[in-house]
C-alpha cells in the first residue's frame, strides 16, 4: 500500500436505537401491563495505534464513516442491541485532532486506543415510565444521535535518527548499508517519495525524502516530510562530496528546518560527507576542511563501498545514538 501521512475523515458515532411502546398480552385483557424495551446504545468511535506506516491508504476511498446505529427495543421488556464500535488504526506516532471543539489526541505506542466519538444513548420504551401513578404509560423516547465530526489524521516518525539532506545526498544507500531496510535508491531527484525505516542495533533510523531550497514554503516534496524530523532524536545530515559547494548544501537544508522549526537546530547533529569514492583524495580532503572549518568541528566521510569505514561510522553512530537527547 502506498503511504498516507495525512488524511481528513468524516467520522460519525452510532445512533441509539428508539424505546418501543409494547404491551404484555394475557388472556382476556387488552393488555397486562407496558412492556416497551429500550432502545441499544449506539457505537463509538475510537482510534488505535499500530506498527503499519501505510495503514492510512485503506481510508482513502471511503472517508466518510460511521458506527453502528442500536437497534430499537422489543416485546416482553426485551432491550435492543448496541451498535458496534468503529475502530481506526493508524499508524503509532499518528497526531488526530478532532475539528468539532479542535482537541488533539496523540497516539505515540503500539497498542494505544483513545475513543474520540461516543453513541448516542437508546430512548426509553414505555416499561421505563410505568409508576403506581402511572401503570400503563403510552410514553417512549427516541434514541439520541451519536457524535459526529471531521478528524485529520496526521502521522509524525517516531525515530532515534533521521537522515536529512537534499535529493541524492546518499540517505537511502547508506540507511539500506546500515539496517537492509531497502529503501528505493536512483540517481534523480526524489528517488524517496515517502520515509522508510530500518532498525540499527535496536534504534530506528529514518530515511526522510530529500529536501530543497523552499521546502517550508511547500516546494518540491520534501516540506510534506519536515514534520517528521520533529520527533527524531538526532539528525544525520548527509552532504554528497557531488555538490560544488558543500557548504552551502549543509546551510541550504539548516535554513529549511530554520523555517520550519527553529527547535529543529536544537537537535543533536551528526555531519557526514557521503560518496567520497566519486572523488579523489585531493578534492575530499579540501571538501572536508570547508566544511569541517564552517561547523567548526570535525566532518566524517564514508563510502559505502568502504566496508571498514562503513564499520567505523556504525561504531560512532551507536555511541551517538546511546547519547542523544541526554
Known amino acids: 500500500m502506498a503511504f498516507v501521512d495525512e488524511l481528513t475523515l468524516d467520522l460519525t458515532a452510532g445512533k441509539g436505537g428508539n424505546g418501543v411502546i409494547r404491551w404484555l398480552h394475557m388472556k382476556g385483557k387488552d393488555h397486562g401491563g407496558p412492556s416497551g424495551g429500550d432502545g441499544g446504545n449506539g457505537g463509538d468511535v475510537s482510534f488505535g495505534a499500530v506498527r503499519d506506516l501505510s495503514i492510512l491508504s485503506q481510508y482513502t476511498g471511503s472517508p466518510k464513516m460511521g458506527a453502528e446505529d442500536g437497534t430499537p427495543g422489543d416485546k416482553n421488556l426485551m432491550a435492543g442491541k448496541n451498535g458496534n464500535d468503529l475502530k481506526l488504526d493508524v499508524p503509532v506516532g499518528s497526531v488526530i485532532t478532532r475539528h468539532s471543539d479542535n482537541k488533539k489526541f496523540e497516539l505515540l505506542q503500539e497498542g494505544h486506543e483513545v475513543t474520540v466519538l461516543y453513541g448516542g444513548r437508546g430512548g426509553y420504551g414505555n416499561a421505563h415510565f410505568k409508576s403506581?401513578?402511572?401503570?400503563?404509560?403510552?410514553?417512549?423516547?427516541?434514541?439520541?444521535?451519536?457524535?459526529?465530526?471531521?478528524?485529520?489524521?496526521?502521522?509524525?516518525?517516531?525515530?532515534?535518527?533521521?537522515?536529512?539532506?537534499?535529493?541524492?545526498?546518499?540517505?537511502?544507500?547508506?540507511?539500506?548499508?546500515?539496517?537492509?531496510?531497502?529503501?528505493?535508491?536512483?540517481?534523480?531527484?526524489?528517488?524517496?517519495?515517502?520515509?522508510?525505516?530500518?532498525?540499527?542495533?535496536?534504534?530506528?533510523?529514518?530515511?526522510?525524502?530529500?529536501l530543497i531550497e523552499g521546502a517550508s514554503e511547500g516546494k518540491g516534496l520534501g516540506h510534506k516530510f519536515l514534520r517528521h524530523i520533529q520527533r527524531t532524536k538526532m539528525l544525520i545530515h548527509c552532504v554528497s562530496v557531488e555538490n560544488e559547494d558543500v557548504v552551502l548544501a549543509y546551510q541550504t537544508i539548516r535554513d529549511e528546518l530554520k523555517s520550519f522549526d527553529r527547535a529543529l537546530l536544537e537537535k543533536d547533529e551528526v555531519v557526514l560527507l557521503t560518496k567520497s569514492d566519486y572523488v579523489d583524495e585531493e578534492t575530499l580532503e579540501d571538501k572536508e576542511k570547508k566544511l569541517a572549518v564552517y561547523l567548526g568541528k570535525d566532518v566524517?566521510?564514508?563510502?559505502?563501498?568502504?566496508?571498514?569505514g562503513v564499520k567505523k561510522f556504525s561504531d560512532s553512530l551507536v555511541r551517538e545514538l546511546e547519547g542523544a537527547g541526554k
Do not use: C, M, W
Not at 300 to 308: A, I, K, M, P, R
Open 132 to 210: 403506581s401513578k402511572n401503570i400503563n404509560p403510552k410514553e417512549q423516547t427516541d434514541g439520541k444521535p451519536g457524535d459526529a465530526s471531521l478528524f485529520t489524521v496526521e502521522v509524525r516518525l517516531i525515530a532515534d535518527a533521521g537522515f536529512i539532506g537534499l535529493p541524492n545526498a546518499g540517505k537511502s544507500t547508506l540507511l539500506n548499508t546500515l539496517t537492509n531496510a531497502k529503501s528505493e535508491i536512483g540517481n534523480y531527484n526524489f528517488t524517496t517519495l515517502e520515509p522508510h525505516l530500518g532498525t540499527f542495533y535496536g534504534f530506528v533510523l529514518a530515511d526522510i525524502p530529500g
Open 300 to 308: 566524517q566521510t564514508l563510502s559505502v563501498l568502504d566496508d571498514e
